[in-house]
């Protein structure tokens, strides 16, 4: 089992649509999640970051956390074309500060 | 507030040849990680540096090595050359707690 699980996608949303973004992982002790956005060819963006159960906004963000689950995921509001990109799932894990990241879902925002 | 900086943007190298790839962190930041992003892979965890100590590796073989300077710069060498080591190299600078900012990048290219 891999430590951080992400569907690598393509996810395809209607410009205006809400995109919803997964990720699990397997170690019950992680305490932080982030998650980054990477442009093709360019090097990821940490965009939010989450430590506790519940749901944390930023802007048209919402990060989700359910750690009885072993589940994050990222809301996307209103989503924009210039949202295409991957999105990258990183969990800090258990003793060790290196972040541990998904293979990434790649989001298409159709005009 | 400058970011993550690296240096050189990209770097062509033939089999067995050493490349050496740098990286200065975010100002305050003490923690340096490098990483491996072949095409089309995921983020693959290679090194970690805090306070000059090499405090966490990678499922990488010993020919990938590195050292952290005291004003926390770090520089990643790779030794004996294979075309399989063609990837981007992202360094990333972590304040405390852990959230890591990425730097834009070496693409090394080997022939």
């Known amino acids: 089992q891999k430590e951080v699980e992400q569907n690598s996608g393509p996810l395809s949303v209607p410009e205006g649509a809400i995109a919803s973004l997964n990720c699990t992982y397997s170690d019950r002790g992680s305490q932080s999640f982030f998650w980054y956005r990477q442009y093709s060819g360019k090097s990821p963006e940490l965009i939010m970051f989450i430590y506790s159960n519940g749901d944390k906004e930023d802007g048209r963000f919402t990060a989700q956390l359910n750690k009885a689950s072993q589940y994050v995921s990222l809301l996307i509001r209103d989503s924009q074309p210039s949202d295409s990109a991957t999105y990258l799932c990183?969990?800090?894990?258990?003793?060790?500060?290196?972040?541990?990241f998904g293979s990434g879902t790649r989001l298409q925002v159709q005009p | 507030e400058a970011g993550v900086t690296q240096s050189p943007t990209h770097l062509i190298k033939t089999r067995g040849q050493q490349a050496t790839l740098r990286c200065s962190p975010i100002s305050g930041h003490t923690s340096v990680y490098w990483y491996q992003q072949a095409l089309g892979l995921g983020l693959q965890f290679l090194l970690w540096y805090d306070e000059g100590e090499e405090r966490n590796r990678g499922n990488f073989p010993p020919r990938f090595s590195g050292r952290q300077f005291p004003n926390y710069s770090s520089e990643l060498n790779v030794n004996a050359l294979e075309l399989e080591d063609s990837a981007l190299y992202l360094c990333?600078?972590?304040?405390?707690?852990?959230?890591?900012?990425f730097g834009p990048g070496t693409r090394l290219t080997v022939l």
């Open positions: 990183a969990v800090n894990p258990t003793g060790r500060r290196a972040l541990t």
């Open positions: 990333a600078s972590s304040p405390d707690p852990p959230g890591e900012f």
